[in-house]
């Protein structure tokens, strides 16, 4: 059994890392870290385990593995400091707030020999997963071109506060952009199997505002348009200000076809061909912020997949060293749209 502890014990904690790990056979939850005392006696009242009064005396406890589940800016920090105790991490996304952050946080978990993944959910979502099996296939021809969103009404539904820290620059060092510009942007990696090379962004905050009427301080709208190394051109758009239904869709245009994902209310992937059949499949549906707030839950395998990578030692679809090339583009994309020019990436 790997024992396994919890840094951040909020929204994500709550919804995902304890009650997957509590269904996982090969896990045993010993204990939380919250800089909130309350939040951490409470997972440990829910899910069993100790609540802890810092992160080092949870790391200290014999702990094999945690997941770091902190406000974006103590990710590299947390991650940094499992790592060099010996503990496996899994840390939420975006990986850090700076791309130093991001190459020390590889850096311990090479020197410690021990696993860092990121917790970048699109990619074990089925219908992704089935896209990239026939994109790689060639069932669709080559990649011409993509389009990708994600858009909800904002952080303040997840969270149930008004004066979410998401908007604050201070702690969660970027808006939309890596919150979840970093999901579609890994996923274009993982679906086309090929990387963004380089990036033309507009990055903006068109809406939201602090509680006393002044904008918040970072992105709520991201749009980019990114070309890959094998040289498909799409774009992605990301955004808090869909007052509607979430979309959370991507759709894949080839030589020989085109691919939806996520675009339908009942089919998750729909392939078309150019003379104008369609096969629909019918497998998950990504489960919407508005569905973990009110209750609904689906497993996201996150949790699954770390704990298999653990125990087997094989290379996972989450390791850092694939999550971190998203955020090479996402930190591009920033100085893109801050120069008014487009950039190249070197991966
Ligand atoms: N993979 C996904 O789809 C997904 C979805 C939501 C959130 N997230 C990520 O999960 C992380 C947490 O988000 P959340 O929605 O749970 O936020 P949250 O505000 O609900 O929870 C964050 C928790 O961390 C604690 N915390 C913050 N800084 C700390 C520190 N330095 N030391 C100890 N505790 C600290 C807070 O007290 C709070 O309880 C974020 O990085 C976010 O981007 C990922």
Redesign the pocket.
């Known amino acids: 059994m790997l024992k396994v502890g919890i840094?951040?014990?909020?929204?994500?904690?709550q919804v995902r890392h304890a009650p997957e790990y509590a269904e996982n056979p090969n896990v045993n939850l010993v204990g939380y870290?919250?800089?909130?005392p309350r939040?951490s006696r409470a997972m440990a009242e829910e899910f069993g385990g100790v609540a802890f009064n810092s992160?080092e005396e949870l790391l200290s406890s014999g702990v094999d593995a945690v997941s770091v589940?902190?406000?974006?800016v103590?990710?590299a920090e947390?991650t940094i400091k499992a790592l060099n105790a010996g503990v496996h991490v899994l840390c939420?996304?975006?990986m850090a707030a700076t791309m130093e952050e991001c190459e020390d946080m590889l850096k311990a978990a090479r020197i410690s020999g021990k696993r860092l993944l990121i917790?970048q959910?699109q990619r074990l979502a089925k219908a992704h997963q089935k896209a990239r099996e026939l994109i790689i296939n060639g069932e669709i021809g080559r990649v011409i071109t993509f389009r990708t969103t994600f858009g909800h009404p904002g952080p303040e539904g997840?969270?149930g506060m008004k004066n979410s820290?998401f908007f604050d620059k201070k702690r969660a060092a970027f808006g939309t952009m890596a919150?979840l510009g970093v999901?579609k942007t890994d996923l274009l990696h993982f679906l086309l199997d090929d990387e963004i090379d380089e990036v033309t962004a507009k990055i903006a905050t068109l809406d939201k505002q602090f509680p006393d009427g002044s904008p918040i301080t970072v992105d709520d709208n991201a749009y980019c348009i990114y070309q890959t190394k094998k040289g498909a051109v799409g774009t992605m758009h990301v955004s808090w200000t869909f007052y509607g239904e979430e979309d959370n869709s991507t759709i894949i245009y080839g030589t020989k076809g085109v691919i939806r994902c996520y675009h339908h209310p009942k089919y998750s992937l729909i392939v078309e061909s150019p003379n104008g059949a369609k096969i629909y499949f019918q497998l998950d549906q990504l489960t919407s912020n508005k569905d973990q707030t009110s209750g609904g839950r689906t497993n996201t395998g996150v949790i699954d997949t770390f704990v298999s990578a653990l125990i087997s030692g094989e290379a996972s679809y989450l390791d850092a060293e694939e999550s971190i090339k998203a955020m090479r583009v996402i930190f591009a994309a920033e100085e893109s749209a801050h120069k008014g020019s487009t950039i190249h990436i070197s991966q």
């Open positions: 840094i951040g014990c909020g929204k994500i904690t870290y919250d800089e909130d939040r992160a589940c902190v406000a974006n103590a990710h947390m939420e996304k975006p917790g959910n997840w969270t820290w919150d999901h």
